[in-house]
């Protein structure tokens, strides 16, 4: 395919019947709800059955429980005791006194206690237990649901001191954020009469010191040790830090709910029909959504929303919650799908976690749910005026997470119903290389990458003439963001690249860049221009857009797509071709990718000045 101008007039008309052609539906997008069930209606009549099938499965069966082809005690998850716990410690409570469920829970939490006493059982399932128990003891059920023998045992197990050094208050092998899991033990531990409040006091003072020095002036944690990587967690930290003071009972400082709503400015503009959460980083898919769900209820709980902000989350609250049903619930294994069917999510959560994923995922809407009903929500529709609503967000919103030697943003950008988000977080070690990290554009079911995977989506890659494959990553200076009307323009520099090969990024000054994006109604535009200095040789420049289009065809003024909302992709400085995708490699947590579009220039020398237009079907 010949090279040709980013944004060329021929283009755009040869463009005007495909934009019209074909509507676009795509499952990848799930239902679109103009309407929404009540959250507690989809709770109790949907995910509680689902919920309560998988519990009675695993009541029956114990140890040989299979669940869609997983013996999920064998799988080496080492939360699940603590998440069986807590689903059972809900079935349990939310079963009415004299329902003959109530007391086959019961029976089932006292059978599992014993049968997974010495299971290994670390860190967040400390803490989901830690709380079943709680919940059990409020309730005035624990000494149905626990033997003695069994609790005295569970006393000596369920510590804080097991992922926690004593004397100095420092974690085992774990990152600063487990500080908020060691705290919510300890004041658990304290409400059981199980220690004074000395260790609950003095991790709390540990998680906001954390916070404080990574979070810096704009209060998003940074997921390293200050080397600049904000994904979904830096923003959902806080909103579980706050729940644990909600949970336990203790009013939570200023601090903590100024960074809370530090966290809510961010998701407003990210609000949708869908209930699609966030699109970057890791751990997304639908932990993206449930996000969503844990700040916005923390917020509302205490206080920190706005009459109605508090309608309009409540209203997108409902929307995840049918979501997660309708989407990401599968009906023929009667579990969540979080790996089949061209789905992929991180490692961290792969399918040998299966039961415990469905636990947890409806243990964070079964409490949310909680919460709003205490809000005044229970069974109440939602807002009929969302969907208008939605329309007064603004079109473009910069939410800076620090800035310094080197800077580090997200762009958010609405565009119809799509909610297009601009990440420029991918520094330290472990995911900079990664695509879902790239500091490119994502849009839920439109523009995607792949968990642990490393390919070029939408991302100049430079290859040396001694070997080395370099990436503009990690270093983003001089960053500037300009709205003007409806285009917002993005630019930065990179002194150097990141050379690729190692777990944390490597920086490499014999190559620096200048990039330019610029976001417009139907239009993404990206321009880079890439310079070796002199006695460095480029040999190769290659980047791909996988793409849930599909039937692409070649044009010489670049690849159209007659389906999906990807309606044709155009580069500048490379020849381009599309191909099937590998189901293998390009699949994503929302499902696969149908169409791979490959770039590349040869011996480009010195430099290389280039990027790519991506255009989107009109609705």
């Known amino acids: 395919m010949s090279r040709s101008p980013l944004m060329g007039c021929v283009f755009g008309l040869a463009m005007g019947a495909v934009l019209a ?72 409570i939310e079963a009415p006194e004299g329902d003959p469920r109530r007391a086959r829970f019961l029976d089932g939490f006292r059978r599992l206690s014993e049968l997974t006493l010495e299971d290994a059982n670390d860190s967040w399932g400390i803490y989901y237990y830690m709380s079943a128990l709680h919940q059990l003891n409020e309730a005035g059920l624990l000494g ?28 085992i092998n774990l990152p600063n954020n487990y500080y908020g899991v060691a705290y919510s033990i300890a004041r658990l531990r304290y409400l059981m009469g199980w220690e004074d409040t000395s260790a609950s006091e003095a991790l709390l003072a540990k998680t906001l010191e954390h916070f404080r020095q990574y979070s810096g002036e704009f ?59 966030f699109e970057y980083g890791r751990s997304i898919g639908a932990y993206g959504e449930t996000a969503f769900l844990e700040v916005l ?36 294994t009667g579990s969540v799908n979080l790996w089949d069917h061209g789905r992929k999510t991180d490692d961290y959560r792969g ?25 005044g929500y229970r069974d109440r529709a939602p807002d009929a005026g969302y969907a208008d609503w939605l329309k007064t967000l603004p079109r473009s919103t910069t939410t800076w997470f620090s800035k310094g030697a080197e800077d580090r943003l997200l ?8 909610v297009i988000g601009l990440p420029l977080i991918n520094g330290g070690p472990g995911q900079h290389m990664n695509n879902p990290y790239f500091p490119v554009p994502y849009s839920p079911g439109v523009l995607a990458g792949t968990a642990n995977e490393t390919y070029p989506q939408l991302l100049p890659r430079v290859t040396l003439s001694d070997g080395s494959v370099l990436q503009p990553l990690s270093w983003f200076t001089n960053v500037k963001v300009e709205v003007v009307g409806q285009t917002t323009r993005l630019t930065y520099t990179l ?25 417009s109604p139907g239009r993404i535009t990206r321009r880079d221009e890439i310079t070796a200095r002199r006695g460095v040789t480029i040999q190769k420049v290659d980047l791909e857009l996988g793409t849930f289009s599909s039937s692409a065809q070649s044009a010489d003024q670049g690849v159209v ?5 990807v309606a044709a992709f155009q580069g500048q400085g490379v020849s381009c071709e599309p191909a099937a995708a590998d189901g293998g490699v390009y699949r994503t947590p929302v499902g696969p990718l149908r169409t791979v579009v490959r770039c590349q220039a040869d011996n480009p020398g010195r430099t290389w000045t280039g990027g790519w237009s991506v255009q989107f079907r009109d609705r």
């Open 21 to 92: 052609g074909a509507a676009s539906a795509q499952v990848e997008r799930g239902v679109l709800y103009q309407t929404a069930p009540a959250m507690n209606a989809t709770i109790v009549n949907r995910v509680s059955p689902q919920m309560d099938a998988l519990l009675d499965q695993l009541m029956t069966e114990g140890r040989s429980m299979t669940l869609d082809g997983v013996r999920v005690f064998e799988a080496n998850d080492k939360f699940l005791p603590g998440k069986i716990a807590i689903g059972l410690a809900h079935a349990v």
């Open 144 to 171: 149905q649901a626990v033997s003695p023998q069994t609790l005295a045992q569970l006393r000596q197990n369920l510590d804080w001191r097991r992922f926690v050094r004593q004397d100095d208050l420092t974690l």
């Open 219 to 277: 209060g998003f944690a940074d997921e390293t040790t200050g080397e600049g990587r904000f994904d979904r967690y830096s923003v959902l930290l806080i909103g579980e830090i706050a729940q644990r003071f909600i949970e336990t009972g203790v009013a939570p400082p200023q601090e903590v709910k100024d960074w809370l709503r530090r966290s809510v400015d961010l998701l407003l503009p990210r609000f949708n029909l869908r209930g699609e959460g």
């Open 297 to 332: 209820t923390a917020a509302a709980s205490l206080d920190l929303l706005t009459d109605e902000e508090e309608r309009m989350a409540y209203a997108f609250s409902s929307r995840i919650a049918a979501r997660y049903v309708d989407f990401w619930q599968d009906s023929g």
């Open 351 to 375: 399918k040998h976690r299966i039961l415990g994923e469905n636990i947890s995922l409806s243990h964070q809407l079964f409490y949310t749910n909680t919460l709003w009903n205490q809000r």
């Open 411 to 418: 762009i958010t950008y609405r565009d119809g119903d799509r």
């Open 495 to 519: 002194p150097a690249m990141d050379r690729m090969g190692r777990d944390a990024p490597v920086r490499d000054d014999r190559v620096s860049a200048r990039t330019v994006y610029e976001l």
């Open 561 to 565: 797509f007659a389906l999906g909302d």
